[in-house]
């Protein structure tokens, strides 16, 4: 079956600093994938997503590179924000499969400090 | 831009107690999910809508039923609640079934069983 792992967390930063998330998956076919940022109190955002490989989708200054040969899709951003503290989801897609179902990771708890 | 409305925002019930989550989406999609969402476990599907009068169990649909009342409200029900139903529950709502249509997540329901 379908399955993402995510790096554990929490993962806590100072302002500017450099984030790496990384993010690994299985899957039957060929998946499309995604990250979703959950703010506190609220539900799922999307992100940005890739859905081929080598596609690099980006948002925000966030960027994460589609890798098929290490079935990864790591998420990085040069330098956070406060404003980015969140919980950070890697998700993916794999239809016919799945019936273009998302499965996601466990999540990784983001924390900035000014 | 109400997006996908859920109610209520937060509930406590006591074991054996029924409820039904309500959701709404106002973007005109055709597909509609649930899940749940549990410390250290992620996101897991419920059941799910692809479009309307259709409905499928997900990855943990013991315990629940759905209703896709028409192509705008999926209900949640919960026949007999157990306290291993507390968890924050999340709808949400894409275009249809395609990998270019990204789910939009409602801010949750936080149900607490005593």
């Known amino acids: 079956g379908n399955s993402v792992t995510q790096m554990e967390g929490p993962v806590t930063l100072s302002e500017e600093a450099f984030l790496t998330i990384n993010c690994t998956y299985t899957?039957?076919?060929?998946?499309?994938l995604f990250w979703y940022v959950q703010y506190p109190g609220e539900g799922l955002q999307l992100l940005l997503k890739?859905?081929?490989?080598?596609d690099k989708g980006s948002n925000k200054g966030f960027e994460a590179t589609y890798r098929k040969e290490t079935t990864s899709f790591h998420l990085e951003k040069g330098s956070v924000q406060v404003s980015d503290s969140a919980v950070y989801f890697c998700a993916l897609s794999d239809p016919p499969y799945s019936n273009y179902k998302l499965t996601f990771g466990k999540g990784t708890l983001l924390t900035v400090n000014p | 831009n109400a997006g996908v409305t859920q109610t209520p925002k937060f509930q406590v019930l006591k074991t054996g107690q029924s409820m039904t989550l309500q959701c709404a989406q106002d973007?005109?999609?055709?597909?509609m999910y649930w899940y749940r969402q549990d410390p250290g476990m992620g996101l897991r599907l419920i059941y799910y809508?692809?479009?309307?009068?259709?409905?499928d169990k997900g990855e943990v649909p013991n315990g629940y039923n759905v209703s896709r009342l028409n192509k705008r409200e999926f209900s949640l029900r919960l026949e007999s609640a157990a306290p291993s139903q507390t968890s924050v529950y999340f709808c949400?709502?894409?275009?249809?079934?395609?990998?270019?249509?990204?789910?939009?997540f409602g801010d949750g329901t936080r149900l607490s069983i005593l």
């Open positions: 899957a039957t076919g060929y998946p499309s």
């Open positions: 890739a859905t081929k490989a080598d």
């Open positions: 949400a709502s894409s275009p249809g079934t395609g990998v270019d249509q990204p789910q939009h």
């Open positions: 809508s692809a479009s309307e009068g259709t409905t």
């Open positions: 973007m005109n999609h055709n597909s």
